[in-house]
């Protein structure tokens, strides 16, 4: 199948293009942001106030990283749970958010705004976060520094690897994968 | 009596918190090792690949493997001939949780449950105390996710649920769990006790070397059938597919009050940092 090297801003015609199953390096801005940070975004688009960035077309990565040492870009930063944003990912979907990145399975309502806000949801390797910083190449906190590891980091990703979940044509990676190795363990010790 | 300073315990407390933050212990990565080489999914072996690679990477660049470093978990047997000077014992593990979390450059994450606040040093621990004979203090340590703790249940059974129903509980929480928890996952089992000892028993389970048989033989043979159905569900490595949802299950039983049959589980992720040392 080969991997797929995609570039944020995602254009519609690059989401569209992604289907459930496919390993992609993804390249280019991208924002941190989990549970207080969504909880202050979803405030603000409440109450009509501008967001601390453009979301359209962005990428959000679930992730509360580890403190950076010094000389680090950042510290470890694997994937949170996606679920505790579910809430909130609609809200952003709708205002042109089109990629979101983390690990687990997500809610119905938000594979229905996946398929109707044409956009993709991604899984990283949880537990992965030394690899994964790796592909990381700066890293600048834009909001909300008071929530420390929560805060709201501009991150310059290349090739960040992760495996698309959940696609516009409302596939899920969880529910195929799964069912396809249902009942193939076999105990030969 | 063998006294031993406060200093002494924040300071090994501290380093065990660091050094287990960046190095996989061996029974894990090990355990790792066997799934990849069992794994028959390819999205499966590529995420066991990447595991262990992030292993190394961690280990050699001394990052930390999860940046969920956890809450900070203790088993502590103290032995009745020792005797803690200065500050007392649940002072000192809080002191040397600060030091390895601020020194170790690792994620605060306690908070308050209400206000959602961090509290900004990773304290408090989490801490049982046991009594044991001798002048030692054994201190047993590991660094708690948030993700597997969350996919953890509890359930007041009914004693005539008897083994079958346990083992069904045990494998519906691994449905229900799916990707969320990270797995592969290690399965901390705590049978009997009452409501809150069989959550302990669950996560003492856990501090059992992963590839450790159970010396009780029906708990034993409880073990095999529960992991052969968890990874008969398909999950797989981070729920991508496969038959790799399980490293292993840890089970301990303690006797119950004769009305009830506490079963708890603790879901424990591939991330499996643990260390001890004894003063
Ligand atoms: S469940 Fe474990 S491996 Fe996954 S993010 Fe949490 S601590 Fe890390």
């Known amino acids: ?189 | 009596m063998r006294f031993i300073t406060s200093e002494e315990i924040s300071n090994a407390v501290k380093n065990l918190i660091i050094n287990s933050s960046v190095s996989l212990p061996e029974d894990t990565y090990k355990g790792l090792k066997q799934a990849f080489e069992k794994e028959i999914s390819e999205s499966g072996k590529t995420v066991l690949r990447q595991i262990l690679l992030n292993a190394e990477i961690a280990e050699t660049e001394n990052k930390p493997l999860c940046q969920d470093t956890g809450l900070a978990v203790f088993f502590v047997e103290i032995g009745m001939n020792v005797a803690v000077r200065d500050k007392n014992l649940t002072d000192a593990i809080n002191e040397g949780t600060r030091r390895g979390y601020s020194e170790g450059f690792l994620r605060k994450s306690t908070c308050d449950p209400l206000t959602r606040k961090n509290i900004g040093d990773n304290t408090p621990a989490i801490i049982h105390y046991e009594f044991t004979n001798g002048d030692k203090l054994r201190i047993m340590y590991a660094a708690k996710g948030g993700g597997s703790e969350n996919m953890s249940g509890i359930k007041m059974m009914r004693p005539s649920d008897g083994k079958d129903g346990i083992m069904d509980f045990v494998v519906q929480i691994m449905q229900a769990a799916g990707p969320n928890p990270c797995p592969p996952n290690i399965i901390g089992v705590g049978i009997g006790g009452n409501f809150e000892r069989s959550a302990i028993l669950a996560k003492k389970s856990l501090f059992r070397k992963l590839g450790e048989r159970n010396s009780d033989h029906e708990l034993d043979e409880m073990e095999k059938i529960i992991l052969e159905r968890i990874n008969n569900i398909g999950t797989g490595p981070m729920g991508f597919g496969g038959i790799c949802t399980a490293l292993g299950v840890h089970i301990i039983k303690e006797p119950c009050h004769i009305a009830s049959l506490p079963v708890a589980v603790n879901i424990e992720c591939h991330s499996h940092r643990h260390a001890e040392i004894t003063i």
Not at chain 1, 34 to 45: E, G, N, P, S, Y
Not at chain 1, 49 to 59: A, E
Not at chain 1, 149 to 165: H, K, Q, T, Y
């Open chain 1, 1 to 189: 199948m080969g991997i797929k090297k995609i570039t944020t801003p995602l254009a519609d015609d690059t989401v569209l293009s992604l289907k459930t199953g496919d390993e992609v390096l993804i390249s280019g801005v991208i924002y941190t942001a989990r549970d207080q940070a969504h909880f202050r975004l979803v405030k603000l688009i409440e109450e009509n106030k501008p967001l601390p960035f453009d979301i359209r077309g962005q990428v959000i990565y679930y992730v509360g990283p580890t403190p950076e040492k010094p000389g680090e870009v950042i510290g470890s930063a694997g994937p949170t749970t996606s679920y505790r944003m579910d809430k909130y990912a609609p809200i952003l979907m709708k205002l042109g958010l089109k990629g979101m990145i983390g690990k687990g399975k997500r809610s119905n309502e938000v594979k229905e705004a996946i398929q109707k806000y044409k956009a993709v949801y991604f899984g990283a390797i949880g537990g992965a976060g030394a690899l994964i910083s790796k592909s990381i190449k700066s890293s600048k906190v834009i909001a909300y520094e008071d929530l420390l590891s929560e805060a709201i980091r501009e991150l310059i990703v290349e090739d960040f690897p992760a495996i698309v979940v959940n696609d516009v044509y409302g596939g899920d990676l969880y529910e195929e994968g799964r069912k396809r190795y249902e009942n193939k363990y076999a105990v030969n010790d």
